[in-house]
Protein backbone atom coordinates (compact mmCIF):
# COMPACT_ATOMS: atom_id res chain seq x y z
CA UNK A 1 0.00 0.00 0.00
CA UNK A 2 0.65 3.55 -0.79
CA UNK A 3 -1.05 6.64 0.72
CA UNK A 4 -0.46 9.57 -1.46
CA UNK A 5 -0.85 13.45 -0.40
CA UNK A 6 -0.31 16.59 -2.40
CA UNK A 7 0.57 20.31 -1.04
CA UNK A 8 1.39 23.24 -2.40
CA UNK A 9 -1.89 24.60 -4.65
CA UNK A 10 -3.48 27.95 -4.67
CA UNK A 11 -4.07 31.04 -6.41
CA UNK A 12 -1.91 32.66 -8.61
CA UNK A 13 -1.24 35.20 -11.08
CA UNK A 14 -1.15 34.12 -14.87
CA UNK A 15 2.00 34.39 -15.26
CA UNK A 16 2.89 33.01 -11.80
CA UNK A 17 4.48 29.79 -10.30
CA UNK A 18 3.88 26.81 -7.72
CA UNK A 19 5.55 23.81 -6.72
CA UNK A 20 3.75 21.02 -6.10
CA UNK A 21 4.59 17.78 -3.56
CA UNK A 22 3.11 14.81 -3.11
CA UNK A 23 4.56 12.95 -0.57
CA UNK A 24 4.63 9.19 -0.27
CA UNK A 25 4.04 7.04 2.96
CA UNK A 26 5.83 3.64 2.76
CA UNK A 27 8.93 2.05 2.31
CA UNK A 28 8.87 0.92 -1.38
CA UNK A 29 8.49 4.46 -3.15
CA UNK A 30 11.32 4.35 -4.79
CA UNK A 31 9.64 1.01 -5.93
CA UNK A 32 7.20 3.13 -8.14
CA UNK A 33 7.51 5.20 -11.28
CA UNK A 34 4.98 8.44 -10.36
CA UNK A 35 2.75 10.67 -12.21
CA UNK A 36 1.26 14.01 -12.22
CA UNK A 37 -1.94 14.42 -13.40
CA UNK A 38 -4.38 17.43 -13.57
CA UNK A 39 -8.64 17.37 -14.04
CA UNK A 40 -10.58 20.92 -14.89
CA UNK A 41 -13.96 21.25 -14.18
CA UNK A 42 -16.22 19.35 -16.42
CA UNK A 43 -13.60 17.68 -18.19
CA UNK A 44 -11.51 14.57 -17.83
CA UNK A 45 -8.47 13.88 -16.09
CA UNK A 46 -5.56 14.09 -18.15
CA UNK A 47 -1.68 13.29 -17.91
CA UNK A 48 0.85 16.07 -17.08
CA UNK A 49 4.27 14.40 -16.84
CA UNK A 50 5.71 11.25 -15.42
CA UNK A 51 9.49 10.22 -13.93
CA UNK A 52 10.49 6.84 -13.70
CA UNK A 53 12.12 4.63 -10.49
CA UNK A 54 15.06 6.42 -10.53
CA UNK A 55 14.31 9.65 -11.75
CA UNK A 56 16.77 8.70 -15.02
CA UNK A 57 13.52 9.09 -16.75
CA UNK A 58 10.95 11.93 -17.38
CA UNK A 59 7.94 12.72 -19.70
CA UNK A 60 5.83 15.72 -20.21
CA UNK A 61 2.57 16.50 -22.19
CA UNK A 62 3.01 18.60 -25.03
CA UNK A 63 0.73 21.28 -23.30
CA UNK A 64 3.36 21.87 -20.48
CA UNK A 65 6.77 21.08 -21.75
CA UNK A 66 9.13 23.58 -21.01
CA UNK A 67 7.00 25.11 -18.52
CA UNK A 68 6.57 22.43 -15.81
CA UNK A 69 9.53 20.12 -14.43
CA UNK A 70 8.80 16.69 -12.77
CA UNK A 71 11.42 15.55 -9.90
CA UNK A 72 11.91 13.01 -7.07
CA UNK A 73 13.82 12.53 -3.82
CA UNK A 74 13.63 9.11 -2.84
CA UNK A 75 15.05 10.09 0.15
CA UNK A 76 12.23 12.19 1.34
CA UNK A 77 9.43 10.26 -0.35
CA UNK A 78 8.39 12.62 -2.19
CA UNK A 79 7.83 13.85 -6.10
CA UNK A 80 8.01 17.90 -7.29
CA UNK A 81 6.15 19.37 -9.72
CA UNK A 82 7.43 22.80 -10.60
CA UNK A 83 4.82 25.02 -12.52
CA UNK A 84 6.11 28.01 -14.32
CA UNK A 85 4.17 30.28 -16.74
CA UNK A 86 1.19 29.70 -15.66
CA UNK A 87 -1.75 30.74 -17.70
CA UNK A 88 -5.57 29.81 -16.68
CA UNK A 89 -6.11 26.90 -18.80
CA UNK A 90 -3.78 25.51 -16.27
CA UNK A 91 -6.11 25.84 -13.54
CA UNK A 92 -7.30 22.15 -12.43
CA UNK A 93 -7.01 19.91 -9.54
CA UNK A 94 -3.27 18.40 -9.75
CA UNK A 95 -2.95 14.63 -7.93
CA UNK A 96 -0.02 12.10 -7.76
CA UNK A 97 0.21 8.69 -9.05
CA UNK A 98 2.23 5.49 -8.32
CA UNK A 99 2.83 2.97 -10.86
CA UNK A 100 4.69 -0.23 -10.38
CA UNK A 101 4.58 -0.80 -14.03
CA UNK A 102 5.65 1.89 -15.97
CA UNK A 103 4.63 0.60 -19.22
CA UNK A 104 2.39 3.57 -20.04
CA UNK A 105 2.88 6.91 -18.64
CA UNK A 106 0.26 8.80 -20.00
CA UNK A 107 -2.65 6.28 -18.99
CA UNK A 108 -4.95 7.42 -16.00
CA UNK A 109 -5.62 3.05 -15.80
CA UNK A 110 -1.69 2.09 -15.64
CA UNK A 111 -1.39 3.65 -11.83
CA UNK A 112 -1.83 1.69 -8.45
CA UNK A 113 -2.38 4.57 -6.22
CA UNK A 114 -3.43 8.08 -6.61
CA UNK A 115 -4.29 11.13 -3.70
CA UNK A 116 -6.30 13.22 -3.47
CA UNK A 117 -5.68 16.40 -5.25
CA UNK A 118 -4.20 19.97 -4.86
CA UNK A 119 -6.19 22.73 -6.20
CA UNK A 120 -4.40 25.13 -8.60
CA UNK A 121 -6.44 28.39 -9.78
CA UNK A 122 -4.56 30.74 -12.18
CA UNK A 123 -6.36 34.23 -12.29
CA UNK A 124 -5.52 36.37 -15.48
Known amino acids: QVQLVESGGGLVQAGGSLRLSCAAS????????MGWFRQAPGKEREFVAA????????YYADSVKGRFTISRDNAKNTVYLRVNSLTPKDTAVYSC?????????????????WGQGTQVTVSS
Open 51 to 58: ISWSGGSV
Open 97 to 113: AADREFSSCADVYEYDY
Open 26 to 33: GRTFSSYA
